[in-house]
């Protein structure tokens, strides 16, 4: 972790903070409603900086996991109750109408979403984006052992994801793993087999395999082991592999699934070397392996001719900009289906602020950091409005209520769901945290 990475995930926090509660702070003054409290961050017996402006105090606190307004005459985290032993005065929270309330909480909410459209939109018009067309993977996908798990085969050219087509490869291979079904074109025919759970949790318990399917590329040997088989064979670098025992060989995925048939045996390899074709006798170990690496870089070129940018209008890029901010919302929703299932244990890749922070680029990114910033900021939307109390979404269903029955829920009856609320949300940042530290000293990051 480095203070380049800190800075920037600080930064994007206050600004989502401040944002969030201007939310809930500027529809509560506008309804003459008492905002005794505006902070960034939490103030636990004291806090960094504070200035009373009018009937506000602003300040700065120390503990850096958000922030919050205090409304006059409302149960919130604080649970300062006392005053609400009090009748109701004109200018508290509770004495206003239910839907003046209503808007109050869905302030913050309403601010976050808007916030990613506008950031989203913004670098659609001026960055455009850069993707890797799945259209332009002539020769299919080559996939990884955990994608096999999942259903994939090497040589599919992936079609739609639950019925939608898949056209970009960055955001095809997370969908995937929240799908239910996956399209693809196989040997001539289109397939839609089911998501396997178990090549989920496959895919979630190799932190190497992120990509777990990208494009085909020849079977170039780049460097050799050297006590393995095809160093004493003569193999070469640069020797490109086109055969075994006269079967022909494609891409280096064909390869390693072709040698796995040959183990402890001896076969022959076709190679193509300075342009011309040889045929080499090599033993393969009790792994399926002939102790060399392929030539990398040559998967990059294959990777780079998938790469394409596309541009913007202004009026192009504003509702694209909603597309992108309703994407990373239903993707979230998604992974729940992943984060709270046994088989896949997603739970174990949920990260706290230290791996998120991990996360962050070690150099100054604005177009990284303004992503993340969009981002997190439909996840603090989507967060927000689950119906939690000590959250606005608690709040919210408790007001929708009383508008429905046109009783109000009984004050005890709401400090008591708001305890619980917040004993729930402690435990749970307990639990990501220890989450959090577990990894860090384990090196799983």
């Not at 100054?364 to 996840?379: D, L, P, Y």
């Amino acid at each position: 972790m480095t203070l380049i990475q800190l800075f920037q995930f600080i930064l994007s926090i206050s600004i989502l903070v401040i944002l969030h509660e201007l939310g809930h702070f500027i529809p509560a003054k506008l309804f003459k409603t008492k905002v005794e409290k505006f902070y960034l961050f939490f103030d636990p017996w004291f806090s960094i900086a504070k200035k009373k402006i009018g009937d506000t105090e602003y300040g700065i606190g120390w503990l850096p996991f958000g922030g919050y307004v205090k409304i006059a005459g409302m149960v919130d985290e604080s649970m300062d109750t006392e005053q609400l032993k009090q009748p109701a005065q004109p200018w508290e929270f509770r004495s206003k109408p239910a839907w003046q309330r209503l808007i109050i909480m869905m302030g913050g909410v309403t601010v976050n979403f808007f916030l990613a459209w506008l950031i989203y939109s913004s670098l659609s018009y001026f960055k455009g984006e850069t993707y890797h067309d799945l259209s332009k993977f002539e020769n299919g996908v080559s996939v990884s052992e955990s994608g096999k798990k999942m259903g994939l085969q090497s040589g599919d050219k992936i079609l739609k994801i639950d019925g939608k087509p898949a056209e970009r490869m960055e955001v095809s291979t997370i969908n995937m793993l929240f799908a239910n079904q996956v399209t693809v074109s196989r040997n001539g025919s289109e397939i839609t087999f089911p998501v396997n759970e178990d090549g989920v949790a496959a895919v979630l318990a190799d932190n190497e395999a992120k990509l777990y399917f990208g494009p085909r590329f020849p079977a170039i040997i780049d460097s050799l082991t050297p006590s393995g088989t095809a160093k004493a064979a003569g193999l070469l670098k640069g020797d490109k592999i086109v055969g075994i025992n006269g079967k022909p060989i494609q891409f280096f995925d064909e390869l390693g699934a072709e040698l796995s048939h040959y183990k402890n045996q001896n076969i022959i390899l076709d190679v193509e070397r300075n342009n011309v074709r040889e045929k080499i006798d090599v033993k393969v170990d009790d792994k399926g392996k002939v102790g060399f690496s392929p030539n990398t870089s040559v998967a990059q070129k294959e990777f780079e001719k998938t790469q394409v940018t596309k541009q913007y209008s202004l009026l192009e890029a504003i509702p694209r900009g909603l597309t992108r901010t309703v994407d990373v919302l239903t993707m979230q929703i998604k992974q729940f289906k992943i984060v709270f299932n046994t088989k896949t244990q997603g739970y174990k890749k949920v990260s706290g602020p230290i791996g998120i922070i991990k996360q962050m680029p070690k150099e100054i990114n604005w177009e990284f950091f303004w992503s993340f910033t969009a981002m997190f900021s439909v996840w603090l939307a989507f967060l927000n409005l689950i119906p939690i109390p000590g959250l606005d979404g608690g709040h919210v269903v408790f007001t929708l209520w009383e508008m429905i029955t046109g009783k109000p829920v009984p004050q005890k009856v709401l400090e008591n769901a708001q305890m619980i609320g917040v004993i729930f949300l402690l435990g749970l940042m307990v639990l990501i945290f220890g989450n959090d530290i577990v990894k860090w000293i384990t090196g799983k990051f």
